[in-house]
Every structure is written in structure tokens, then in C-alpha cells.
């Protein structure tokens, strides 16, 4: 079967290490299901591995891709929830268990014809959703639920800043607060994409690092570096910044001063479970909201996606198909 492996990594030239050819296809095991991919999309956890960011060099080659959604072996449209652990050893929660993986961690992922996967890991897909729709929930917007409603725990009128609008948890952060009725700001050095994130429902876009018109209660933040210092000054007192990512560094100045004077919360999010998966699904049937999509791409033009990507020009998710399917 065609499929995208990783078969090296650089931190200067990520797709030299990217190779697109054919590779065996999955075997049946025990508890385990095969499933045939309609879509998957591009996350910047996939440019990591290239980057060798995260990634030990002894688990190359790995075939790459976290989201996908398609057919299980009955023929079941499903989209694949991609965190594979127990539950159990993270105290029921499977994004805490010690010995997790994301798909393409450990094993092979959806930039391929056909993936392996826990059948447990397997989430009916609504008729509602289109399968590139689907492609882009599991790990952008899976993220972003978790860090919105479980993490900050958000209620209608709360105050949210998103930093760097376009990004695809950004934007799914700035879609689904919107829907749960917070007013949400957000961040971009893109006139583009913060024009971008208003016609979203943000009540206001401002080039990265602006001061805002007001404090607010939750930050949204998957910068880093870049805008760390920015989502300290824009949090009120007792306010949550949470966490998911660090695109532009991982150590910025901590301030710790103004955290403890000012009470404020730090809170690390990673991923999704499948029921929080299953609850934002339940979000958007409910509110309508629905991914952002950059563009779609057969899966043989994978390296102009990930160029897509490295050149900072995607505004919400790029869907890789692997077999021409329709959306």
C-alpha cells in the first residue's frame, strides 16, 4: 500500500527524510481493527518527528499521520481516536497513562492506505460530518476541547485569548469557545488570518503581543516563547493560562512573581480521551461549528502540504487523502 514514512530526521531540512512509496499492508491481531483511510490532515506533531523533535531516531521508520477517518473492516464509517493507552494506568483517564502513545509515535499512522489501530479506538462517525471533517477533529480539535472545557473549564461570558489564530488547535479553540458563548480574543502577526479568526466570531484580532481591551480569564496558548510573556500580561487575576503546545520555544522567562501575587493557574493539557472526543462531537451537532479547512490534497502531493505548513501559510487544518476518496 502507498504510504508516508519517516525514514530520517533534520532539524533544517524536515523532508528530505520523508519518503513516499509502498509498504506493507496491516495485519489482522486480536483486538486490534483495520481500518481503510478516507482522510487524514497534517499536524504539527508530524513535522516534529521529521525535525527529530520528540521522536527517538530508533523508532524510525515510521509511517506518519495522527488523525484519521474512514471504513473499519464491516464497513462502518469511523474516525480514529489517536491517543493509544490504557485508561486504567492513567487512573481513567488515557492521556495520563505513563506508557501512552500517539498514533505514528509507536505505531505506523494514517498517511497511508490502511491503519492498525485498538478497536476501542475506533469512534462512530456522524452522517452530519463529512470525512475530511472528521479528518481534522482528533487531535487539533480533540485538543482544543480538552483544553477549553476540561482543563479551564469555560462557562458562557468568560473571557478567552487565543494565541497565533490559523494554527489548527487556534483555530478550532477560537470556533468552539465561540460556540460555548465566551468572548474570545485572539493573536496573529497575519492581517490575513486575524481578519480570519473575526469572521470566526472572535470579538477581536490583534497583531501578536497588542494589548487588549480587556483582561481575560482563560488563555488559550500553543505559541510558546513568542507570545508567553503576552498571555501573562493579558491574564486578570486568578485567571488559567492552559497549555498545549510550544511552537516557538519551551523556555520562556517563568515570571513567577506575578504568579503567585496574582493567583494565577498554569495548567498543562495533552491530547484527548475518546469520550472527550465523543463530547465534542455532541458540541458541534448541538452548535453547528465545524473545522476550518486550509485545503485537500491526494496523498502523493504530501510534501507541498507539509511546505504548506513549514512556510506558516495554513489557516486551519490540510486534509491528506490516501485513496482519492471523496469528502
Not at 512509496?21 to 483486538?31: Q, S
Not at 501573562?232 to 501575587?261: C, E, K, Q, W
Request: glycine content about 10%; charged content about 20%.
Amino acid at each position: 500500500m502507498l504510504a508516508a514514512t519517516a525514514v530520517a530526521q533534520s532539524a533544517t531540512n524536515p523532508l528530505a527524510g520523508l519518503v513516499l512509496g509502498d509498504v506493507p499492508k496491516p495485519e489482522p491481531r486480536p483486538g486490534w481493527s483495520i481500518v481503510r483511510v478516507a482522510a487524514s490532515s497534517l499536524n504539527m506533531h508530524d513535522l516534529w518527528t521529521l525535525r527529530g523533535v520528540g521522536h527517538p531516531p530508533e523508532r524510525l521508520p515510521i509511517v506518519l499521520g495522527c488523525d484519521a477517518a474512514g471504513y473499519d473492516q464491516d464497513g462502518n464509517e469511523v474516525l480514529v481516536h489517536p491517543v493509544i493507552a490504557d485508561p486504567d494506568a492513567g487512573d481513567g483517564d488515557e492521556t495520563l497513562d505513563p506508557g501512552r502513545a500517539l498514533l505514528s509515535e509507536r505505531h505506523n499512522g494514517a498517511f497511508a492506505e490502511y491503519l492498525s489501530v485498538p478497536t476501542r479506538n475506533l469512534v462512530p462517525k456522524p452522517s452530519w460530518l463529512t470525512f475530511d471533517e472528521a479528518a481534522c477533529l482528533p487531535v487539533a480539535w480533540g485538543t482544543a476541547y480538552r483544553m477549553l472545557f476540561t482543563q479551564a473549564q469555560i462557562r458562557a461570558g468568560d473571557r478567552v485569548l487565543v494565541q497565533g489564530a490559523g494554527g489548527g488547535v487556534a483555530s478550532a479553540a477560537i470556533k468552539l469557545a465561540v460556540a460555548a458563548g465566551a468572548v474570545v480574543y485572539a493573536t496573529s502577526r497575519s492581517v490575513d488570518k486575524r481578519a480570519q479568526a473575526e469572521s470566526w466570531g472572535a470579538r477581536k484580532a490583534v497583531p501578536t503581543g497588542e494589548r487588549l481591551p480587556e483582561r481575560v480569564d482563560v488563555v488559550v496558548e500553543t505559541v510558546g516563547e513568542a507570545t508567553w510573556a503576552h498571555s501573562m500580561r493579558s491574564l486578570r487575576p486568578g485567571g488559567t493560562i492552559v497549555i498545549a503546545g510550544a511552537t516557538s520555544g519551551t523556555n520562556p522567562p517563568a515570571d513567577l512573581a506575578r504568579i503567585f501575587y496574582l493567583q494565577q493557574r498554569i495548567l498543562g493539557s495533552t491530547g484527548c480521551t475518546r469520550s472527550e472526543l465523543v463530547g465534542l462531537l455532541k458540541l458541534m451537532d448541538g452548535t453547528g461549528v465545524r473545522p476550518v479547512i486550509h485545503r485537500t490534497l491526494p496523498l502523493d502531493e504530501i510534501h507541498k502540504g507539509f511546505q504548506l505548513m513549514i512556510d506558516g501559510r495554513l489557516t486551519g487544518k490540510l486534509v491528506i487523502r490516501p485513496q482519492g476518496e471523496p469528502s
